[in-house]
């Protein structure tokens, strides 16, 4: 940590935007990849540490002109615990629940989660299949200035994304599912809990007799970011969610995703995954 000259914790967004804005600064939120990381060797820290914590613009979540807003500083835990999320957004609430342990997730944020572009990241397939949209953050000009981009947008590489140095993750917006949206999630590890995806599957859209609409699919740990699926959005939208329909689009997908080989799994076990657990899920969207 020897590289860090100066510490700041400021209590507004104008403040921390400030502090940001020759991009010299590593931002802190929970810590739980930066100080990992950063013990492991894998990490420079930047002159100046900027522990965003007590920055109340990036707290909390509520339903804006009719999208559900999510502070870059909710935990996991807090996620769980929201009755908005819990109501509108369920599919992220089941993804929490795979999400490490209460000790992590007491301290994990979703900006953190979204900022360190893991393609194993566990809130990153269910945002991705709800449309989330990021919002920045950063000052030019002496003012404040915003931007928004779509999530699938966002992530550029393994621990990647188009966040400009000088720009900070608010949060992010989702639209309220329309009535009839399903959405789910499934994660695979080679333990039941506490561990990282080996691959996990997001699928989301319109259920209308028997078949979805206006489809989402994202795929995690199968490429160098999470992915949205565009072959298999396409071989599943309007299919009739028989044993034909579904033993096809899981082959799509199969054929779909192009992972490496690595020490959780190997290319060939990853794709076999896709197929199955795509296969299992939409039986289960037959059977709601
Ligand atoms: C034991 C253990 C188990 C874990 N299990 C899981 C798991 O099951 N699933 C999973 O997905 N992850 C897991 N993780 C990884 C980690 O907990 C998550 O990625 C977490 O969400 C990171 O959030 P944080 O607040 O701790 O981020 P930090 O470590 O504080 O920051 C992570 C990165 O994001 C940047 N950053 C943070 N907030 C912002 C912001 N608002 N704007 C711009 N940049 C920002 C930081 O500078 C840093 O580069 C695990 C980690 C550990 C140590």
Redesign the pocket.
């Known amino acids: 940590m020897n590289e860090i000259q100066q510490y700041f914790a400021p209590t507004s967004l104008g403040q921390a935007v400030e502090c940001l804005k020759d991009g010299e600064a ?12 950063s013990q492991a060797g894998k ?1 420079k820290f930047k002159r100046t540490l900027m522990n ?1 914590r007590h920055v109340p613009e ?1 707290i909390g979540v509520a339903v804006q002109g009719g999208d559900v807003c999510i502070g ?2 909710t ?2 835990t807090e996620l769980m615990d929201s009755a908005l999320v819990q109501r509108h957004l369920p599919v992220l609430v089941d993804a929490c629940n ?4 209460d000790q ?1 997730r007491n ?10 572009a ?1 393609p ?5 397939i269910p945002l991705l299949v709800l449309d989330a949209q990021v919002e ?1 953050a950063s000052k030019a000009r002496g003012k404040l200035s915003w931007r928004r981009l779509p999530l699938a947008e966002f992530f550029t590489g393994p ?1 990647k994304t188009r ?1 400009a140095p000088n ?4 949060g992010v917006r989702i639209p309220l599912p329309q009535p009839g949206r399903v959405a789910y999630f499934h994660k695979f590890g080679t333990r039941p809990a ?4 080996t691959i996990s599957i997001g699928i989301a859209g319109t259920l209308k007799q028997g078949a979805l609409s206006n489809v989402r699919v994202a795929f995690g740990a199968v490429a160098p970011t999470p992915v949205r699926a565009p072959l298999t959005e396409r071989a599943l939208e309007g299919q009739r969610l028989d044993a034909a329909g579904i033993a096809q689009v899981a082959q799509v997908a199969r054929d779909e995703v192009k992972p490496i080989d690595d020490v959780r799994a190997t290319a060939w076990y990853r794709k076999e995954l896709i197929h199955n657990m795509t296969k299992s899920m939409l039986d289960h969207v037959a059977d709601a």
């Open positions: 590593t931002i802190l939120a929970g810590g739980t990849d930066l100080m990992p990381q990490l965003i990036l870059a500083l935990t996991i795979h999400f490490a342990s992590i301290a994990a944020t979703l900006g953190g989660n979204i900022c360190n893991s194993a990241g566990d809130t990153l920045l621990g966040r720009e900070l993750l608010v506490l561990d990282i995806s």
